[in-house]
């Protein structure tokens, strides 16, 4: 049985001086994710630089209060309301070299930029992790009921999320939480909580794939407390991005492409559960 929790359409805040913004055409460099060439260019005074190169790639990063990203944010372990600074980035996606090719059955169901993700947190070499990720990760996408009206969030399986055959020291499901939100047979976007015990504070981490994966959006860590809230207001948080992008690149991206009500299973509710137990 599924249970079903609607979006919240909080509007954007006013963020006035605080936030900063980069927005920037790239040629041959990979970006994504780059705090170092954010610092480079983000910080030097401009708030909006573009360079004209023979092939642009977007690339677009703000920064702002948690409390206009997730309205209601509220730290872990009862600290009160969220205090820190969220950043989010916009990005063409370019494919990594390094990258095994994607099986078959997943092409033009788990959009590029995941499954770079995917593979990078998997041994491909290993011949087990080959098989999850051809035979065992299509069979549970197929599988997972889907939610007639809006989207569903599905819990990915421990070994889906990440194969470490040849580590067996890692233990999957004590690091990561991994939620996939699908619509119809595609995955659209990703939320990747990790657990106490980690190396980390408890955060999640959303990253949603417009155009099917030309385009992704990161979010950054936000406390694992707000784990429902992120999912129910991806929407907003969306639309938080599509204000405030510079007129230059304001509609080349369709940012409205995630709708509520999301849809979840027992299990994926149970994991949100007591994930948020953990951390209150």
């Known amino acids: 049985m599924q249970s079903t929790s609607t979006s919240v359409a909080a509007s954007a805040g006013t963020w006035g001086a605080t936030a900063k913004t980069v927005a920037m055409g790239v040629a041959g460099t990979a970006l994504w994710g780059s705090l170092a060439f954010y610092f480079a260019v983000g910080f030097n005074g401009a708030e909006n630089v573009t360079t004209e190169t023979e092939v642009e790639r977007l690339f677009f990063r703000m920064e702002l209060p948690e409390t206009e990203l997730v309205n209601g944010c509220s730290l872990n372990f009862g600290a009160g309301d969220c205090d820190g600074q969220a950043w989010i980035i916009l990005s063409e996606f370019r494919p990594r070299a390094e990258t095994p090719d994607m099986p078959r059955a997943l092409r033009g169901v788990v959009p590029p930029p995941l499954w770079a993700e995917v593979a990078a947190r998997s041994a491909m070499s290993d011949n087990a992790c080959n098989t999850a990720m ?13 939610s007639e009206q809006g989207m569903t969030v599905a819990l990915l399986p421990d070994h889906l999320a990440s194969c470490q055959a040849i580590a067996p020291g890692i233990d999957p499901k004590r690091e990561h939480r991994n939620f996939w939100f699908l619509e119809g047979d595609k995955v659209v976007a990703e939320m990747r909580c990790s657990m106490p015990g980690t190396y980390m504070e408890p955060s999640c981490e959303l990253a949603a794939y417009p155009e099917q994966g030309r385009y992704e959006v990161s979010y950054s860590r936000l406390p694992a ?12 948080m969306l639309k938080v991005l599509n204000k405030a ?23 994926t509710s149970e994991a949100m559960a007591e994930l948020r137990s953990v951390v209150q």
Do not use: C, Y
């Not at 035979?135 to 889907?146: F, I, K, S």
């Not at 407390?225 to 907003?236: A, R």
């Open 134 to 146: 051809a035979v065992d990760l299509p069979n549970w996408l197929a599988g997972v009921p889907r």
């Open 245 to 267: 992008l510079p007129a230059e690149n304001a509609g080349i991206v369709d940012l409205a492409f995630i709708k509520g009500p999301f849809a979840r299973d027992s299990e």
């Open 225 to 236: 407390l707000n784990v429902e809230e992120i999912m129910e207001q991806t929407p907003h």
